[in-house]
């Protein structure tokens, strides 16, 4: 299920991601992660969510988010 529009899709049309950190990285095979759908890549909410689930401050959230984008 996106952590953002709350849609559930299949595994191969999400991002499975984890926070490490005060940082978001692709899944590493142990630990939570958490899943975004691509087109919620680009929604307004994303920073306020990823900044709650994986407790990071305003400053380093939008370097976060352009890392997922590139992803």
Same mark, same amino acid.
């Given at each position: 299920?996106?952590?953002?529009?709350? !849609?559930r899709?299949? /595994?191969?049309?999400m991002?499975?991601?984890q926070?490490?950190?005060? !940082?978001v990285? #692709?899944?590493s095979?142990?630990g939570?992660?958490?899943?975004?759908? #691509?087109?919620?890549?680009?929604d #307004?909410?994303? !920073?306020k969510i990823i /900044? *709650?689930?994986c407790?990071? !401050? +305003?400053?380093?959230i +939008?370097t976060v988010i352009? *890392?997922? #984008?590139?992803?």
């Amino acid at each position: 299920m996106c952590v953002v529009c709350r !849609d559930r899709l299949s /595994q191969a049309e999400m991002l499975r991601l984890q926070c490490k950190e005060n !940082d978001v990285i #692709k899944f590493s095979g142990m630990g939570r992660s958490f899943y975004i759908c #691509k087109d919620c890549i680009n929604d #307004k909410k994303l !920073d306020k969510i990823i /900044q *709650k689930i994986c407790k990071i !401050d +305003k400053i380093t959230i +939008k370097t976060v988010i352009s *890392k997922i #984008k590139e992803m």
